[in-house]
């Protein structure tokens, strides 16, 4: 179960490994990784030398945290995240956030590789997460009583916040790049949907689909740490035309809008 010494502990760490002071925390998603070549004199810290961090085992996630700044600004990245269908608990996915949010984070960016359910999302749109729907099986406040990590009940009626959302449409026109916006539904994975699968959670009103996010949302909301989202839609879910799933392919579409997204990223902290 987690306490709240665990945070600290792993924070001690941190900072006697060089970690200074971070304003912007960011969580980088499947097949995105180039904003850490915007991050300048980086520090890498593996994940597994870590204190009660798990090892990342999805594919293209290289599991290290980097410390540098961006724009004049401290930013601290995962370079991958943690999943439910690897294998951990909740409270293991979100344990990052806490300690991000314990080093001085007051902004918090993450990005994800998704499915399009709307049929005008196509591979390569970045779309902006207004809202969320959690299908996952678990919560990562379930079973936290202690009030030092935070309240048990915890609002959600504004999950992401208006002003780094309005800061990121903002940053995205200055690059004359479309944003669009739209509802994240996360499932458990790790098999994909079946066309009725599809078919049911575009009924619930969802734009597309993924297998991350939420619950680090939901443990920002708890801390009261602004947050935003934003997705790569790197395969069409339309349940009368469904192809095979094509890993490779979901990679490299992740990795032609990387770029785009980190020049937006960039921008934002830099104003911050």
């Known amino acids: 179960m987690l306490t709240p010494s665990m945070i600290a502990e ?38 597994a030398d870590i204190p009660h ?12 945290l ?20 690897e294998g951990y608990s909740m409270q293991q996915i979100t344990f990052p956030i806490r300690v991000m949010k314990i080093l001085g984070a007051s902004s918090l960016f993450l990005s994800n590789a998704a ?9 390569g749109d970045l779309v902006l997460i207004e809202d969320h729907i959690n299908l996952l099986p678990d ?7 202690d009030p030092a990590l935070g309240p048990r009940f915890v609002d959600m009626s504004a999950p992401y916040s208006s002003d780094l959302m309005a800061q990121l449409i903002a940053c995205a026109a200055s690059e004359n790049i479309s944003l669009k916006k739209g509802t994240y539904v996360a499932v458990p994975g790790p098999s994909l949907e079946t066309r009725a699968e599809y078919r049911w959670l575009r ?3 969802a734009d597309m689909v993924g297998m991350s996010t939420v619950p680090e949302v939901i443990v920002a909301n708890q801390l009261e740490l602004p947050c935003a989202a934003v997705s790569v839609i790197t395969d069409e879910c339309d349940p009368d035309n469904l192809q095979p799933v094509n890993i490779p392919e979901i990679m490299a579409i992740a990795a032609k809008a990387d770029s785009i997204l980190s020049n937006i990223l960039e ?5 911050l």
């Open 115 to 123: 499915g399009g359910l709307n049929l005008s999302f196509h591979k």
């Open 10 to 47: 792993t924070a001690v760490f941190l900072r006697s490994a060089g970690v200074g002071p971070v304003q912007a925390a960011v969580v980088l998603g499947t097949g995105l990784g180039q904003f850490a070549e915007k991050i300048e004199s980086p520090l890498y810290i593996p994940f």
């Open 66 to 85: 980097i410390y540098g700044h961006t724009g004049g600004k401290p930013v601290l990245a995962m370079q991958g995240r943690y999943h439910y269908y």
């Open 267 to 271: 921008k934002v902290i830099t104003g």
């Open 203 to 205: 009924s619930t009103g």
């Open 139 to 145: 919560n990562p406040l379930r079973g936290l009583a």
């Open 53 to 64: 961090f798990p090892e990342a085992t999805a594919e293209s996630h290289k599991g290290q």
